[in-house]
């Protein structure tokens, strides 16, 4: 795991200069504090901090061919680097150590830019061949490590947050769009970024530089892969349950101690149950986090796991500091980003980052076997649809509107409001509503009147993926547009940022391309039959894991922001909720944002994620002086 960073020039005779390249790559020492890397050549130079995970002795942060023309650095794991090492070798390749960044210039000697299709892992890349004056940018499938670029100056700049770009003097604006994005869905959506001259790189796409002229194509994708029929459901279980434990023992090897994250749900205790079975006597170390709300708190689930299986569990409850967000998660995150779980995932960080290095979490099982409640809405909105709009769309709004609001986890009221309030859109619309925080219209009311004009609706980043996924069925369509967006930007997004502002490393199993290949090649029907969410891991699973934690329902990982923001972080809404602050920044009026809050404090409405949202924006406007 490390960050990287680095600069191609139109002008082939530019020399790269290694101070800015330090800068630039100084900007990302949490992110590799154990060694780092600089490569200044003529039309290009590339960066590289380091968290020595595989051969810490003899790794090089800038790898090399056997004659230097082609440079490599990344960020991230190879999980087959051992395979392709091996068939290199026969092929006559001389690599010098073990580490796994060395297979990339060699299999770029002998594939071309198709390279990156034989990489199994985890990864952000770039690679420049000196003699073609070819620059390449490499993200991963499913997008687990993030890569910036921008385009400005004759010059293409690259790293792995956005303040490497501004350290090597990237020049920025806000995008308004960005900021309407973020309101709707708590992070910014898609390639944009927050900053109109800065995007990011799709994840499994490549960019190509040179000579001033780029491209970026995507090198694999799920849309159009052939799907299975006549599978019956016991040979899938048993299927899955083999690709899981595949997965868990590929993503096993470090050099260093290995953790994983219990939560007491379905993918976190299947991947600890899978490592159980891969390594029979082996210590494993959990780590979970809780709360004092009963209603958030899974750390009973958790221990039970861990005592299934032997593990030597660790677990702490959240107690939320206001310093702990203004000095410690809001610079691992370069963008506003407002997902609640962001802080119990800080917190676990921090917790698991005191005994190991690398950490295997559950993360991605809820897309690819369809894990989220809101795939039940989908197939109750169906049948909603078809009942008389007397009832659905006047008397259930009018009643639900007189239903008291709880501060309590996911209760039934706020589902309902939720499900009445989207359930008779189009399909792909409501699927992408039951996430929004603030619609259109209600956007419309906290932006400045003067930013709207510019704006397009955000549901224009999810609807080419659902358009995309129209090969599959129902269920699987959802499950696409949902991996390519929600997964990417928010929830594989939210643990790199925590985790890597700890120095923690963080595989996620569950999202190795055969088993992610596997999962969509499956109809709906076996992967939630009826209206019972991921039916088909708890049916692979349910031999070898606790009954109660089979049977129980869907939870998710969340915090008990409504009470925090009454609580603990009431000085952060006071120092930055405030006029004065809002009126400089320039995007949000004061007056609604106002009201939200003094009906959050009276308790006649919870508006804990519209004003989490509002702040983190607010925050990050103060930190980067992005005023308008």
Not at 245 to 271: C, I, K, R
Not at 359 to 384: K, M, N, P, Q, W
């Amino acid at each position: 795991m490390c960050g990287i960073a680095g600069i191609a020039y139109t002008d082939a005779a530019v020399p790269a200069r290694p101070d800015v390249l330090r800068a630039a790559c100084a900007t990302l020492r949490h992110r590799g504090p154990d060694d780092d890397g600089v490569y200044a050549g003529h039309g290009a130079g590339l960066a590289v901090r380091r968290l020595a995970v595989i051969d810490p002795g003899g790794g090089q942060p800038v790898v090399r061919d056997e004659d230097g023309a082609v440079r490599a650095i990344l960020n991230g794991e190879i999980y087959n680097h051992r395979r392709l090492r091996e068939d290199l070798v026969r092929r006559g390749h001389r690599l010098a150590s073990h580490c796994d960044t060395e297979v990339i210039p060699h299999l770029y000697e002998e594939y071309g830019t198709d390279f990156a299709a034989h990489l199994e892992g985890m990864f952000a890349i770039a690679l420049w061949d000196e003699r073609r004056r070819l620059l390449c940018l490499v993200r991963d499938r499913l997008g687990v490590k993030p890569l910036y670029y921008a385009v400005q100056a004759g010059r293409i700049v690259f790293g792995s947050e956005i303040k490497a770009l501004l350290a090597a003097d990237v020049k920025t604006t806000v995008d308004p769009q960005a900021i309407s994005d973020f309101l709707s869905l708590m992070y910014v959506p898609g390639s944009r970024s927050i900053f109109a001259q800065v995007r990011k790189l799709s994840p499994a796409s490549m960019l190509t530089w040179q000579q001033g002229r780029y491209t970026v194509k995507p090198y694999w994708s799920l849309a159009g892969r052939p799907q299975r029929t006549g599978l019956s459901a016991r040979r899938a279980a048993g299927m899955l349950r083999e690709l899981v434990t595949e997965s868990v023992a590929a993503q096993q090897p470090a050099d260093v101690p290995v953790g994983y994250f219990l939560s007491g749900g379905m993918d976190s205790s299947s991947v600890v149950a899978a490592a159980r079975a891969v390594l029979p006597d082996a210590e494993l170390k959990t780590f979970s986090v809780g709360f004092t709300d009963p209603s958030y708190d899974e750390r009973t689930a958790a221990a039970t796991v861990a005592r299934q299986f032997g593990c030597d569990h660790t677990e702490a409850v959240v107690r939320p500091r206001a310093e702990d967000v203004a000095d410690g998660l809001l610079s691992g995150f370069d963008e506003p980003f407002a997902d609640p779980s962001m802080v119990p995932t800080y917190y676990l960080s921090q917790l698991a980052r005191e005994q190991v290095t690398v950490v295997l979490s559950g993360d991605g099982g809820d897309e690819i076997l369809a894990g989220y409640l809101t795939y039940t809405a989908d197939r109750l909105a169906r049948h909603y649809r078809l009942l008389p709009r007397a009832l659905t769309a006047e008397l259930m709004p009018l009643l639900l509107r007189h239903v008291h609001e709880s501060d309590r986890r996911m209760t039934w009221q706020f589902k309902a409001r939720r499900f009445v309030s989207n359930a008779l859109e189009s399909p792909g619309r409501s699927h992408y509503l039951w996430r929004v925080v603030l619609s259109e219209e209600r956007k419309a009311r906290l932006l400045h009147p003067d930013l709207l004009a510019a704006l397009t609706d955000t549901y224009s980043s999810h609807a080419p993926h659902y358009h995309a996924g129209r090969g599959f069925d129902p269920l699987t369509r959802f499950q696409y547009t949902d991996t390519k967006v929600y997964l990417a930007d928010d929830v594989l997004t939210k643990v790199d940022r925590a985790a890597m502002a700890h120095a923690l490393e963080v595989r996620v199993p569950l999202l190795a391309t055969p088993l992610v290949e596997f999962a969509f090649s499956l109809p709906g029907r076996l992967k939630m039959p009826g209206y019972q969410p991921k039916r088909l891991m708890r049916r692979a699973f349910a031999d070898v894991l606790p009954p109660e934690i089979v049977r129980a329902p869907k939870r998710g990982f969340n915090a008990p922001m409504a009470a925090w923001l009454r609580g603990p972080y009431r000085p952060l809404v006071d120092a930055y909720l405030g006029r004065e602050v809002l009126d400089r920044q320039g995007f949000l009026r004061f007056a609604e944002v106002d009201r939200l809050w003094r009906d959050h404090l009276a308790g006649t409405g919870d508006h804990s994620r519209e004003l989490w949202a509002v702040l983190m924006l607010s925050m990050w406007a103060e930190k980067h002086r992005a005023y308008r």
